[in-house]
Structure formats: C-alpha cells, structure tokens
C-alpha cells in the first residue's frame, strides 16, 4: 500500500493535458459568454430578479480583487489533478457549467438592476477591465458561482495543513461574497450557480461507478412508474417555484432534487444517488436534500407504531434503518444498509452497504450477494439489516439470508418465519418472484452459494 502511495506521488503531473483543456477553455468562455452578453445588449433587455434588502449591500471597491482571483485559480486548478483521468473530469465540469450557464443566459436573460459607484486607483482600473468584455447581463445562474464550487472542491482536497485549508476555505468564501459586494450579481444568481457547480460534480462524480449517465437494466413497469411520479413532482415544484417569489427558491430546489430522483428511477437507477460507504456524495447530498428529508419523515411516520428492530435467528435482525443512537442502543455491531435513499449512521460498527432502489424489486443475484454480505458480519455480535421501513427490501435479503445458510429449507419457510418476528413484512410479486429465483439458483446442483 505505501508502496503504491509512493508511486502515486512521485508520478509526473498531466500538464501537457492540462494544458490542452485550458486552451479549449478559455477560448469558449469568451466567445460564449461574450455572445450571450452580446445578444442581451441589443435586445435592450432590462428584466431583473432581485429581493428589496439587496439595495442594503454594500458596494466594496477591494472585494474587486477576490473576485478577479478565481481566473488564476482556474488555470491552476488543473494542477491538483494527479492523473489523466482527473484532469478530464475536472475538464469535463467546468465545460458542463460553461455550457448550462449560456444557455440560461439565452433562453431567460437578466440585468443587474443597480447603477454601480465609480471607484479609483487599481480596484477602478480592475473594475474597468471588467467591463470592457462583461456587461450587466448573464445573471442566473451565477456562472463565477458554479466555477467557485468545482475549483474550491479541487483544492479543498489537497492534503495540507490546517492554516491552509483556512486559507482555503476562507477566500473561497469571499470569492463568494464578492459577487455582490463587487454589484456583480443579485442573490438570486448565487444559489442557481451553486447548483449548478453542484449538478456539475454529480454529473461526472469520482468514482465511474456512480455515475448517472450510466444506464442500469432492466428498467422495468415499476421504475418507469415512478420515474413518472417523481417527474410529475418536478414540475409541480417548478410551477410553484415560478408562481410565488418568496418561497421561490425552496420548491426550486424541491424541483431540481424531485428531477435527479426521476432521472434515477428512469436511467441511472442507485448509482444515481452516489452512496459509498453509508454517505452519499456531496453533491448528492446537497442537491437531493429534499428529498432525503422526506424520505426520513416518511421512514419515521410508517414506523412509529413499531421503530424497534426484531430478532429473527442467531444475532441477525431486522428493522428500519436508525440513528446512531439507535445502534449503539440496539447493541449492534455490524449494520448491513440496503438503502440508496438515505445515508447510514456512522460508529464504530462494521458496515455493509448494497444501495437498492426504493419499492423498486432487487433481482436475484443483488439478494444472493446481501444475504452472503449479512453471514460475513456475523460472529461479533448482533448484526442488523436495515432498510428504510425494514418491511421490503430488508425482509426479503434476510429472507435470502435464511435460505442460504440453510436455517429455512424454503422460501416459504422464510418467510413464514419473518411473518412470525416481524408481522409486517411485505413481499410483493415482483420481490417473491426474485425470492423464488434465489431458491432456483441456490437448489441447482451448479449453483455458487
């Protein structure tokens, strides 16, 4: 392991690719950005989005200087990238922002509506350089904003010290402030660009395997179903957002995390929802926070006549998923997660996490490998295999679980069993025919149990 360490490190940084991206970059930057700019002005467009406090912020001259800052760390951002693959993908985000953002400028153009103060020295020198090529148009989403989220993630991941990662976060912070102090922006554009940046890192993620542009199969009556559900509360939270100002922001968030989920249920499936090892990503746990929230109340409503786990045999149980008090109450050593929905609680426990789908039947193969997951974390104690109700999802690998490790002869016997601990359970067709499938495979005389 230090060896591989080691040879990471000492391995040449891709400035030759680097490189080639920032001379795609820049080029496309200013001719698009330029040209949304362009339009803007000869339309005489005048249609601005801004709260009545705004005209409170204060214009500061200085903050000129941070806000120039992000075109210097926007080439050297490129050099935190260690490998190919990297700068790629880093490549691939910032294109991705460039690209959203113009065309949001295109399809719904804003002004800032206030008449900036004239100011001296090298901040009006700075800010007269500005405008030769950025008139007060191209608004939302802040597109400075977007470009802050991708290049502070890029830093904020090196390995240095305390000072500075204050450093850091610090001015990352009043790059942020200054698109307002500097009268660049209206707050409104500084959450749409956030999202943006955010809806950048989730689309081309770290880890390949979490990407949402990765189709999973089959996707079958049940996800097209539900893709439509979610995408029918997208657009409601859209008309919403739209119809009433003050709350506009919340059902637009309500909106963009509703549309992810669809797109999950419809395309990406799990994946989508970039869980590792119990935390979904940042990006996902940001932009899908609505509905990670109701998936919460709604695992808390359907469970509050039973939250308790229930004994099924041998230090295996089985309940909805807890808090970390709840684990740590339960006395359990070892958590197996089927939820892609939600995040696990963290301690000292072992985990095991196989993200599932909600109400959406896991195929043979996912069950086998749950059930082989929950007897691997037997031994040192109570082991809980938790799904959000612990009804579905949960039932049916420990179901699974029962058959393999030869404590039920059958399925039936299974689930007979699980009935009797936990009266609640539901096994639908779809979710049984899978069960069955799991007793086909593990009774075929080639069968790999």
């Not at 922006?185 to 500084?190: E, K, N, Q, R, Y």
């Amino acid at each position: 392991m230090s060896e591989r360490i080691i040879a990471t490190r000492a391995a040449p940084l891709p400035w030759k690719r680097s490189l080639a991206w920032l001379l795609f970059l820049g080029p496309f930057f200013f001719l698009s950005y330029g040209y949304s700019n362009q339009l803007a002005a000869e339309r005489g467009l005048a249609a601005s989005l801004y709260y009545p406090w705004e005209t409170h912020i204060p214009f500061l001259p200085w903050t000129i200087v941070p806000y120039w800052s992000i075109d210097l760390l926007y080439g050297l951002s490129f050099l935190c990238c260690r490998t190919a693959g990297a700068v790629d993908r880093h490549g691939r985000r910032l294109l991705t922002a460039q690209i959203v953002a113009v065309a949001c400028f295109l399809a719904f153009p804003l002004r800032f509506a206030f008449e900036r103060p004239p100011s001296e020295g090298l901040f009006g020198a700075l800010f007269d350089a500005l405008t030769s090529f950025d008139q007060p148009y191209n608004q939302a989403p802040s597109l400075h904003i977007a470009l802050l989220v991708l290049i502070w993630i890029q830093f904020a991941r090196l390995q240095t010290g305390p000072l500075m990662r204050a450093v850091v976060h610090g001015w990352a912070l009043l790059i942020g402030v200054s698109v307002l102090t500097t009268w660049q922006h209206h707050f409104i554009d500084l959450p749409t660009g956030a999202a943006l940046g955010l809806f950048c890192l989730w689309l081309w993620p770290d880890e390949a395997g979490n990407s949402p542009l990765r189709r999973t199969l089959p996707i079958g009556r049940q996800r097209r179903l539900l893709a439509g559900f979610y995408a029918g509360g997208a657009a409601l939270a859209g008309l919403l957002a739209w119809r009433f100002d003050t709350p506009a922001l919340l059902f637009g968030w309500l909106a963009i995390a509703l549309a992810l989920v669809a797109w999950n249920y419809a395309w990406a499936g799990a994946a989508g929802f970039q869980k590792r090892e119990g935390r979904l990503s940042l990006a996902a746990a940001c932009l899908l926070a609505p509905h990670t929230l109701g998936a919460w109340i709604n695992a808390r409503l359907w469970t509050r006549q039973r939250p308790q786990a229930d004994a099924i045999a041998d230090d295996v149980w089985l309940g909805p998923l807890p808090t970390a008090a709840g684990m740590q109450a339960g006395g359990f050593t070892a958590l197996c997660d089927l939820t892609a929905e939600l995040p696990a609680p963290r301690g000292s426990w072992r985990y095991v996490g196989h993200p599932w789908l909600d109400l959406v039947a896991p195929d043979a193969g996912q069950l086998l490998a749950a059930a082989r997951s929950i007897e691997a974390l037997r031994g040192d104690g109570p082991v809980l295999v938790a799904c959000a109700l612990g009804y579905s999802r949960s039932a049916a690998a420990t179901a699974s679980w029962l058959l393999l490790s030869g404590r039920c002869p059958d399925i039936d016997a299974a689930l007979a069993l699980l009935a009797a601990r936990r009266p609640d359970i539901v096994i639908g067709p779809a979710l049984r025919a899978a069960l069955d499938e799991v007793e086909h495979q593990l009774a075929a005389p080639t069968g790999n149990v």
